[in-house]
């Protein structure tokens, strides 16, 4: 017995309408496959914005002189410093790397204290902003000189300062400031360079 196709599927049944609408679903699901496909791999070739860097800034290789004056005190200070004196407190500027090196002399008159008390509330005021603040005492019995360094990190104004006294006529205090906004990764080879001059102001300064 030889079955035909007609005897295996009654014809008359079958609603046209519902046949062209399931084979425009397929396309369609097709298209949007097709629409994925292509997107995913768009998205491969996007470029990914990079991270911005930082220019790397060399300075030239310090050169230092005794500064002379008529004050209290003397000190070396690095050649390529602009310095202004103020009544013997001083002002060292870096055009160049858009910093200030700040020096203040105050006389000792019975108040040690007090401006040993300033002079560490001055450096903390930035502990807020800084990672951390490492101290250094400095001693220097020889020529009377007595003090501590302060190296401050993270984003503070300041990175640096110190104070030193013989603890009866003279008290300093030094800081390095910043005129830009602090971001300590792209003022990391400006800061290590002031630190640098900072400690030699410090441990080259005597009394007369």
Same mark, same amino acid.
């Given at each position: 017995?030889?079955?035909?196709? *007609?005897?295996?599927?009654?014809?008359?049944?079958?609603?046209?309408?519902?046949?062209?609408?399931?084979?425009?679903?397929?396309?369609?699901?097709?298209?949007?496959?097709?629409?994925?496909?292509?997107?995913?791999?768009?998205? +491969?070739?996007?470029?990914?914005?990079?991270?911005?860097?930082?220019?790397?800034?060399?300075?030239?290789?310090?050169?230092?002189?005794?500064?002379?004056? $008529?004050?209290?005190?003397?000190?070396?200070?690095? *050649?390529?410093?602009?310095?202004?004196?103020?009544?013997?407190?001083?002002?060292?500027?870096?055009?160049?790397?858009?910093?200030?090196?700040?020096?203040?002399?105050?006389? %000792? @008159?019975?108040?040690?204290?007090?401006?040993?008390?300033?002079?560490?509330?001055?450096?903390?005021?930035?502990?807020? *902003?800084?990672?951390?603040?490492?101290?250094?005492?400095?001693? @220097?019995?020889?020529?009377?000189?007595?003090?501590?360094?302060?190296?401050?990190? +993270?984003?503070?104004? /300041?990175?640096?300062?110190?104070?030193?006294?013989?603890?009866?006529?003279?008290? %300093?205090?030094?800081?390095?400031?910043?005129?830009?906004?602090? $971001?300590?990764?792209?003022?990391?080879?400006?800061?290590?360079?002031?630190?640098?001059?900072?400690?030699?102001?410090?441990? /080259?300064?005597?009394?007369?």
């Amino acid at each position: 017995m030889i079955l035909l196709i *007609k005897d295996l599927f009654d014809f008359t049944k079958i609603n046209p309408c519902k046949t062209r609408l399931i084979i425009m679903k397929e396309k369609i699901t097709k298209y949007v496959a097709l629409i994925l496909v292509f997107a995913l791999f768009s998205c +491969g070739d996007e470029s990914v914005p990079k991270p911005k860097g930082h220019l790397r800034l060399e300075y030239p290789i310090a050169t230092y002189t005794t500064l002379k004056n $008529n004050c209290a005190y003397q000190f070396d200070v690095n *050649k390529s410093g602009q310095v202004k004196d103020k009544n013997c407190s001083f002002e060292i500027n870096y055009p160049k790397m858009k910093a200030t090196i700040y020096l203040t002399h105050k006389s %000792v @008159n019975n108040n040690i204290k007090d401006l040993l008390r300033d002079a560490q509330k001055l450096t903390y005021e930035h502990v807020i *902003k800084a990672d951390d603040i490492l101290e250094q005492p400095f001693i @220097n019995t020889n020529k009377k000189v007595y003090g501590m360094f302060y190296q401050v990190g +993270g984003n503070a104004a /300041t990175n640096a300062q110190f104070y030193v006294t013989d603890s009866t006529k003279n008290f %300093v205090t030094g800081s390095v400031y910043f005129y830009a906004k602090p $971001n300590f990764d792209s003022i990391l080879p400006a800061a290590k360079y002031l630190q640098d001059d900072m400690r030699r102001i410090m441990e /080259t300064l005597e009394w007369k």
